[in-house]
T-cell receptor, first 114, second 118 residues
Framework: AQKITQTQPGMFVQEKEAVTLDCTYDTSDQSYGLFWYKQPSSGEMIFLIYQGSYDEQNATEGRYSLNFQKARKSANLVISASQLGDSAMYFCAKDSGGYQKVTFGIGTKLQVIP | GAVVSQHPSRVICKSGTSVKIECRSLDFQATTMFWYRQFPKQSLMLMATSNEGSKATYEQGVEKDKFLINHASLTLSTLTVTSAHPEDSSFYIC??????????????FGSGTRLTVV
């Protein structure tokens, strides 16, 4: 079974500072995708960033970057220059081999302090 | 591109009644749709996977007779909660799978439905 581990139930960060949200995963798949989503209190799932298992470079999307360490099965999200609007739940997720269902971690609640 | 519309966003129903939730891909064809359930302060748990024109595949522990899924076209999947009870109150969210080249790298989520059974 797929297992996604997020060990930080809650994180605080000062506005304009960078923050790293941790994610590790357990898999025997050769090919897979890793995702990070943001979920504000409204409930919608907002896609942030994607990393393919065969991508050699770490993914970046604006202020978001993914620190991908394949051998360690780690896919940490780095948010630079935090903004108040970044306060939300953040979920790490992985699709199983063959581009199938997505499994989610338990999430990290990020709070940005002014 | 890659927009999924989910309705209703909120619904309150009486215990024993049925509720239908619609998930529609507006600008792409979704051969597969996923239905998730999320309890307060918890993660998304996959309930079932539906493929257009075939029966849904349910995750272990999910009652298929209670949560009826229909995926009759490439753009529409529905989840019907039958004979709803207060313990079915939850946040239900769908995800449509399209081509990897689309926005969101193939998985687009609806905005969710908050179901309250009274």
């Amino acid at each position: 079974a797929q297992k996604i581990t997020q060990t930080q139930p809650g994180m605080f960060v000062q506005e304009k500072e960078a923050v790293t949200l941790d994610c590790t995963y357990d898999t025997s798949d050769q090919s897979y995708g890793l995702f990070w989503y943001k979920q504000p209190s409204s409930g919608e799932m907002i896609f942030l960033i994607y990393q393919g298992s065969y991508d050699e470079q770490n993914a970046t999307e604006g202020r978001y970057s993914l620190n991908f360490q394949k051998a360690r099965k780690s896919a940490n999200l780095v948010i630079s220059a935090s903004q108040l609007g970044d306060s939300a739940m953040y979920f790490c997720a992985k699709d199983s081999g063959g581009y199938q269902k997505v499994t989610f971690g338990i999430g990290t609640k990020l709070q940005v302090i002014p | 591109g890659a927009v999924v519309s989910q309705h209703p966003s909120r619904v309150i129903c009486k215990s024993g009644t049925s509720v239908k939730i619609e998930c529609r891909s507006l600008d792409f064809q979704a051969t597969t749709m996923f239905w998730y359930r999320q309890f307060p302060k918890q993660s998304l748990m996959l309930m079932a996977t539906s493929n257009e024109g075939s029966k849904a595949t349910y995750e272990q522990g999910v009652e298929k007779d209670k949560f009826l899924i229909n995926h009759a076209s490439l753009t529409l999947s529905t989840l019907t909660v039958t004979s709803a009870h207060p313990e079915d109150s939850s946040f239900y969210i769908c995800s449509a799978r399209g081509d990897r080249s689309l926005a969101n790298y193939g998985y687009t989520f609806g905005s969710g439905t908050r179901l309250t059974v009274v």
